[in-house]
């Protein structure tokens, strides 16, 4: 039988795996071949019922396995090459010639800007955006929102949709959002994300913003080291989330002045951790009225450059210039 990573995890696919084993995955939002290829054995354990190491193991060779990781490099350019008409329009032409055409499903992709720099915008504009039909630039799904500052605003994806000839009403139904209010409850709800996933069509994930409640909560160089280790686990999960259902995934991050008086002003909070996440990193800031400029800071295939986009009542749009 033919599989990808969205193939059900069954006897059949998880060879050498007893029907007990696959029941105890699925129990636990392991559902299918790519989940249980991208989970650690350990974490498998972890997660679920499964009681041995070697049981998990198993598991998770037998699914590697099955997905053929050991690809040529013409099989993954042509697994690319696929991934490229899947892309999210950001709304603006420039923005997406930018980042390659547009936000990429399977990755993440971090917006970072100070207060007021747009960072809440394009994820609302994302999440209207995406439910367009692919032939639009859409992803004709719905969007996982979780919001760690209280800044989620019904009355903006509104005029969004309403400047996008969208429905208003339908266009809310079809983003689900999600109150967090502490690190420890953004990691239990990214942990078991999957059940979610799992009851609709979801292709964008947006967590604004990944560092707000670390900043206030762990003071001190004392608290470095367990923060960064708990940020590092947390965004573990999401990346395995975001190629495990293949998701447009934005993450949205603060700026913390350099004091030094070396380098940029301001720097990307969350240090090496953060950076070494996304795959696409995108900096804002402010221009003349009402105009913002993105920066791609950093994508391993994508040459540096900057895009300028203003802010409307339809949401975010070109320039015109």
Known sequence: MAVSGETEISTEVLLGSSQATVDKLKAAGLVTLLQVAVTPPLEIVAKTEIKTLDTAKKAWMS????????????????????????????????????????????????????????????????????????????????????????????????????????????????????????????????QNISEELQTGNYGVLVVDSMIGHFRSEFFGRGTLANRQQILAGILGDILRTAKSFNLVTLLTNQVIANVTGY?????????????????????????????????????????????????????????GE
Request: some cysteine.
């Open 63 to 190: 699914a590697q396995k099955a997905l053929n990781i050991f690809r040529n490099a013409e099989e993954l350019y042509l697994e690319q090459q696929a991934k490229k008409m899947q892309k999210l329009t950001t709304g603006v032409k420039t923005l997406d010639e930018l980042i390659g055409g547009g936000y990429e499903r399977g990755i993440i992709t971090e917006i970072i800007g100070g207060f007021g720099s747009g960072k809440t915008q394009l994820c609302f504009m994302a999440s209207v955006l995406a439910q367009l039909p692919e032939d639009q630039g859409g992803l004709d799904a719905k969007t996982l929102f979780f919001d760690t500052e209280e800044t989620f605003m019904p009355e903006r994806i509104i005029e969004i949709a309403e400047g996008q000839g969208l429905d208003p009403n339908e266009t809310m139904r079809n983003i689900t959002v999600v109150q967090v209010f502490n690190t420890e409850h953004l990691k239990v709800l990214i």
């Open 263 to 319: 380098g940029p002003k301001e720097n990307p909070a969350g240090g090496n951790i953060m950076a070494h996440a996304g795959t696409i990193r995108l900096k804002l800031r402010t221009g003349r009225t009402n105009i913002r400029i993105a920066q791609l800071i950093d994508s391993s295939w994508l040459p540096p450059g900057e895009a300028p986009f203003k802010i409307t009542e339809k949401g975010v749009e070109d320039t």
